[in-house]
């Protein structure tokens, strides 16, 4: 259907009426779909150019599946610009420590294997526990005082909630401040097994945070059929948004509502009601500092999956994930302002952006900041940092 531009054309057919991103994406279906959503974007401008050089905030973030890690299984991974290793130790245990063996260096990703509840290290067989401490070296009568401590390798504290494997970042090093939240639907009986989809986003987490409130791109981005009303609220780490917006589907426009809970940047959960109860579990992990592995994870109630309006069920998830799609044909190449030009129907970008301030460190605030911390500036979970 031509686009003619009008408001009333917008608001008659929100899904039939291409914004400019849509365009790119309408060939694309399945395995060519999946594989343009991770691919590399070639090109691209540097991280320094794009402003994407601030520190990683403090939090949890998602480093895989549970399902995805079996008992005695060992992965490399790269998040927050390190190599880490990951694995399942016998008594069912998920541990990730920095991947390189302090002895001479050997990634333990790759060849590594798991040994009891230990890691073996591929070069020499030293064997590393949760903590990163070497608890045994098979060819040698003592382990040196300095590894037998925990940390000789850097551990992650690391979570299993809600089907995912999570690590904590904190700059400093301190403990988790926070829980992740439990969210009893999935593994449920009467509820789906997760469906599963996954994003490689060149930019960087603070500018995921600004999205969230950023309600002017859904009528150009998304084609939403007007603005939506949200209601926003911050209350420590946490964050609240409930949208309502008129949604396109292939049954015409619903009145819907979308509400989104997070607890720190890269943990998300949103409930979409009005159309088919889906709970979206969001992950936004940084790689590097100008790239996300950003997953999502669906449960939809069994009976409306199977039944009936199953085709419903299913064109939501695809809808959701199709604005992710939309959304990082802008993302992967967006500049980060810290100042930006703004406007009245802008919605509370510096309110998300100051909620955004707390996950960074005292310093790390002063030095981008160009000035010390006050308690009106450093809510409370920074407090113990
Ligand atoms: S490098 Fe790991 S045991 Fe030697
Ligand atoms: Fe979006």
Same mark, same amino acid.
């Given at each position: 259907m031509p686009d003619t531009g009008s408001e009333s054309n917008v608001a008659a057919d929100a899904r039939t009426s291409p914004s400019a991103v849509w365009r790119l994406l309408e060939s694309m279906k399945g395995e060519e779909l999946a594989a343009w959503r991770i691919a590399d974007v070639p090109g691209r401008a540097s991280a320094e150019e794009r402003n994407l050089t601030e520190p990683f905030p403090m939090g949890w973030y998602s480093v895989g599946y549970s399902d995805e890690l079996a008992v005695g299984e060992v992965k490399p991974l790269r998040y927050l610009g390190k190599e880490l290793v990951m694995w399942r130790g016998e008594d069912g245990g998920a541990h990730v420590l920095d991947a390189y063996c302090r002895h001479l260096g050997a990634h333990m990703g790759h060849g590594g294997k798991v040994h009891g509840n230990n890691l073996e290290c591929p070069f020499h067989a030293w064997r590393y526990d949760g903590t990163g401490a070497v608890k045994d070296i098979p060819y040698a009568k003592i382990i040196p005082p300095q590894a037998k401590r925990a940390d000789c390798v850097p551990s992650w504290h690391t979570m299993e909630r809600n089907g995912m494997i999570w690590i904590w970042y904190h700059p400093k090093g301190t403990a988790p401040l926070w829980e992740g939240d439990v969210f009893p639907e999935v593994g449920s009986e009467g509820w789906t097994s997760l469906k599963k989809f996954q994003w490689r986003v060149f930019n960087s +987490?603070?500018?995921? @945070?600004?999205n969230g409130v950023d309600v002017a791109h859904f009528l150009y +981005? @998304?084609?939403? #059929?007007? *603005?939506? $009303?949200?209601?926003? $609220? *911050?209350? !420590? @780490?946490?964050? &609240? #948004?409930?949208?309502? %917006?008129?949604? !396109?589907?292939?049954?015409?426009? +619903? $009145?819907?509502?979308i509400v989104s809970n997070g607890t720190s940047p890269g943990q998300g959960c949103v409930r979409f009601l009005g159309i088919s109860e889906t709970l979206l579990l969001s992950s936004v992990t940084p790689v590097d500092k100008d790239e996300l592995h950003v997953r999502f994870a669906f449960t939809q109630p069994? &009976? $409306? %999956?199977?039944?009936?309006? !199953?085709?419903? %069920?299913?064109?939501?998830i695809r809808d959701i994930c199709k604005q992710l799609d939309q959304d990082k044909i802008i993302w992967d190449r967006l500049r980060y302002e810290p100042k930006p030009l703004l406007c009245d129907g802008d919605g509370p970008i510096p309110m998300a952006r100051e909620h955004y301030n707390q996950f960074l460190s005292d310093e790390e605030f002063e030095r981008l900041k160009g000035k010390k911390r006050t308690v009106s500036t450093r809510p409370k979970v920074a407090d113990a940092s």
């Open positions: +987490v603070k500018n995921m @945070h600004d +981005v @998304h084609r939403t #059929a007007a *603005f939506p $009303e949200s209601d926003i $609220e *911050f209350d !420590g @780490h946490r964050f &609240k #948004a409930t949208a309502r %917006a008129k949604l !396109g589907t292939p049954k015409g426009m +619903v $009145e819907g509502a069994q &009976k $409306e %999956a199977d039944g009936p309006m !199953g085709g419903l %069920a299913r064109a939501l």
